[in-house]
C-alpha cells in the first residue's frame, strides 16, 4: 500500500513511480517507513555497528555485545538484541555459526529475504561481467553457508535477490551520526530518482523518513535522488550505471552545475534565516561560469579522484589536490565539486593539529557560506544542518580559548586572532545554534543526534555566567521573526560580519597557510 498522500503508477521508461495526491511544502513528512524488509549494517560494519537499530560503537553509549551463539551479531544493549532475535536473528545464527566453524571469521550475511515485486534488472546485470561474477560467487556463499539446497534453481533465487538489493535497498552510511547499513524497504522502493529532487529520505535507526525538499503538487512525481547530485555529471553516472538507466532529469540533459541549478531553485527565499541570506546572491550568483565549463569540471573531478587513489599522506594529497582545484577557485566557482571536498578534508586535517586547529573555524565558515548553501539550497536538508552545527561547535571550543587567554598561543594568524578578538564568538555560536535547532525541527525527527547536541548546548550557552542579556534576547527575537528589523540588523552585525570576514581568508588559508615549509603554522609531515 503507498502512504497516504501518495499513489503508485506505471510510467515509461521508469516503470512504477510514486505521485503526489496531496500538495507537500517543503519539509512536510510524506511518509515513515518503519517496517523494512532489510535494515542491516554493512559488511565492514558488521562488528561495529548494533545489528538492530545501526548505531556506530563510536555513537554508543556502551560497548557493543556480541551475541554468545554465533559471536558475529553485535548490539547496545539486551533490547536491541531481543528484537533482533525476534526480527531476524533467530533464522542467521545459526548460518554465522557455520561460518565461523567453516572459514574461521564472521561473515556478511547476503539477505535471504527481499519482496517478490521488487524491480532487479536482473538482465542489465548479467551483462555486466564484474558484477555479475561477484554476485555468482555472493549468491555461492549464500546457499552453502544457509544451509539450503545447493541446486541452479536455488542459486538464480539468490541472484535474483542480489539484483533486487543492488537496485532497491538505500546505503545509509552516515558518518556525522555514526550510522551505517543498508536499509530496504518495499514502498521506499517505488521511488525513482533525479539529480533535482523533489524529496530526500532521512533515517533514524531502523525508521526511514521521506520529506519534501521542494513544493509538491498533486500529480508530481515524488523523486529523490540515489545518488550525491551535486557531483560532476560523470561521477553521477557512474554512481548510477548499477541501476540501469539514462537520468533525463534537467541537470542531466541541459548540463547544468550547482550554480545553475540553485539559481533556479524555488525554495531560495528559505535562505532568509540562514547564514546566506543574500537571496540575490543565490539567484545570480557572482562567478566567471566562462572560465569554468564543464569540460573543466570534469577534468578537474577525474584529476582529483585519481589523486585521491595516490596513496600519499593526506596532507600531500589534499595540497597536491587544492593544486589541481585551481581554475574552479579562480571563477570563484567554489560550491563546484571538488572545490568543497578538498576544503573539507582540510578542516578534518586542520582539527587533527594543534598548530592549525584554529584554521578549521574560517574555512568551515567558508564552507557554510560559499558551498553549501548552493549545493543545498533548502536549508533545512541535514547536510547544511550538519555544516552549520560543525561551526557551532567550532566557535564554542574557540570562545573557551578566548576566555582562557590562550587562543592566541594555539594560533599563531594574526588577521584571524585579531576578527575572534573584536566578535562575540558566544554570540555567534548561539546564533548558528538556533539555526541548527530550528531547521533540524523541520528537515530531520526530534531524535536526531545532532539536534539534541545543539539543544543541550544551547542550554549550556544559555546558562553561561557574564552572557549578555541584551544579545540573547535579539537573537531569541531573530529566531521568532528574521524579518524584524532591529533583530535582523543585530543578527548581520554579531553573526555574519564576523562570519563572513572569517570566510574571507579561507582560500588564503587553503593557498598558503596549511602547507607552506616556511610556516609556523604546517600540517603534519611537513
Ligand atoms: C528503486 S527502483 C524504483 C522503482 C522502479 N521504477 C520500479 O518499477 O520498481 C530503481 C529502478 O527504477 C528505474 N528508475 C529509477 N529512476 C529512474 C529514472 N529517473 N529514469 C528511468 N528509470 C528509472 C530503474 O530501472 C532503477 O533501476
Request: include cysteine; aromatic fraction near 8%; charge should be neutral.
Amino acid at each position: 500500500m503507498p502512504p497516504p498522500g501518495t499513489r503508485i503508477t506505471t510510467t515509461t521508461p521508469k516503470g512504477r513511480a510514486l505521485l503526489a495526491t496531496r500538495h507537500f511544502s517543503p519539509g512536510d513528512l510524506i511518509a515513515t517507513f518503519t517496517s523494512p524488509i532489510l535494515a542491516l549494517p554493512d559488511g565492514p560494519s558488521m562488528r561495529t555497528t548494533c545489528n538492530y537499530c545501526l548505531r556506530t560503537q563510536s555513537s554508543s553509549p556502551r560497548p557493543l555485545r556480541a551475541c554468545t551463539a554465533c559471536k558475529a551479531a553485535v548490539y547496545c544493549d539486551a533490547t536491541c538484541q531481543r528484537l533482533h532475535w525476534k526480527a531476524v536473528h533467530k533464522a542467521e545464527c545459526g548460518m554465522f555459526k557455520r561460518v565461523r566453524a567453516n572459514v574461521g571469521k564472521d561473515w556478511l550475511p547476503t539477505p535471504t529475504r527481499a519482496g517478490g515485486t521488487l524491480e532487479g534488472n536482473v538482465e542489465s546485470f548479467r551483462r555486466e561481467e564484474g558484477v555479475w561474477a561477484d554476485f555468482e560467487l555472493q549468491a555461492m556463499a549464500a546457499v552453502v553457508y544457509g544451509g539450503l539446497l545447493e541446486s541452479d534453481e536455488m542459486l538464480a533465487r539468490a541472484k535474483e535477490i542480489l539484483c533486487k538489493i543492488q537496485t532497491n535497498a538505500f546505503n545509509r552510511l552516515d558518518a556525522d551520526t555514526g550510522m551505517a547499513g543498508i536499509f530496504l524497504d518495499a514502498e521506499l522502493s517505488m521511488i525513482n530518482h533525479s539529480c533535482v529532487p523533489n524529496a530526500f529520505i532521512g533515517f533514524d535507526k531502523r525508521v526511514a523518513m521521506l520529506r519534501a525538499e521542494r513544493d509538491i503538487a498533486v500529480g508530481d512525481e515524488i523523486e529523490i535522488s540515489y545518488v550525491d547530485h551535486t557531483l560532476p555529471k560523470s561521477a553521477r553516472q557512474e554512481g548510477l550505471r548499477l541501476y540501469h538507466f539514462q537520468c533525463a532529469c534537467p541537470r542531466c540533459v541541459e548540463d547544468l552545475d550547482v550554480y545553475q541549478v540553485a539559481s533556479r531553485s524555488p525554495v531560495i527565499p528559505l535562505n532568509k534565516f540562514s547564514l546566506q541570506p543574500n537571496i540575490d546572491r543565490l539567484r545570480n550568483p557572482p562567478v566567471h561560469a566562462a572560465n569554468a565549463s564543464s569540460a573543466v569540471v570534469e577534468t578537474t573531478y577525474k584529476a582529483w579522484r585519481t589523486e585521491a587513489a595516490s596513496g600519499g599522506s593526506e596532507d600531500m594529497v589534499t595540497r597536491r589536490q587544492w593544486r589541481l582545484c585551481k581554475a574552479l577557485v579562480q571563477a570563484k566557482m567554489w560550491a563546484i565539486e571538488p572545490v568543497p571536498s578538498t576544503i573539507l578534508q582540510a578542516v578534518n586535517l586542520c582539527q587533527a593539529d594543534p598548530r592549525t586547529w584554529a584554521y578549521a573555524l574560517p574555512l568551515s565558515c567558508f564552507l557554510a557560506t560559499e558551498c553549501e548553501p548552493v549545493k543545498y539550497v533548502a536549508p533545512f536538508t541535514p547536510w547544511r544542518v550538519k555544516g552549520v552545527m560543525v561551526l557551532a561547535k567550532l566557535l564554542a571550543e574557540t570562545a573557551r580559548l578566548a576566555a582562557a587567554g590562550v587562543l592566541s598561543e594555539d594560533c599563531p594568524d594574526k588577521a584571524l586572532i585579531a576578527i575572534l578578538e573584536k566578535s562575540d564568538q558566544v554570540t555567534m555560536c548561539e546564533g548558528m545554534l538556533r539555526l541548527v535547532v530550528h531547521w533540524a525541527r523541520v528537515g530531520a525527527s526530534e531524535d536526531w543526534e545532532i539536534l539534541k547536541e545543539a539543544e543541550d548546548l544551547l542550554e549550556q550557552v544559555e546558562s553561561l555566567e557574564g552572557r549578555r542579556e541584551k544579545e540573547a534576547r535579539l537573537l531569541r527575537k531573530w529566531a521568532m521573526n528574521p524579518e524584524d528589523p532591529e533583530a535582523k540588523a543585530f543578527f548581520e552585525y554579531a553573526v555574519l560580519s564576523p562570519v563572513n570576514e572569517l570566510a574571507a581568508l579561507a582560500i588564503g588559508i587553503m593557498d598558503d597557510k596549511l602547507w607552506s615549509p616556511n610556516s609556523s603554522a604546517v600540517v603534519k609531515s611537513q
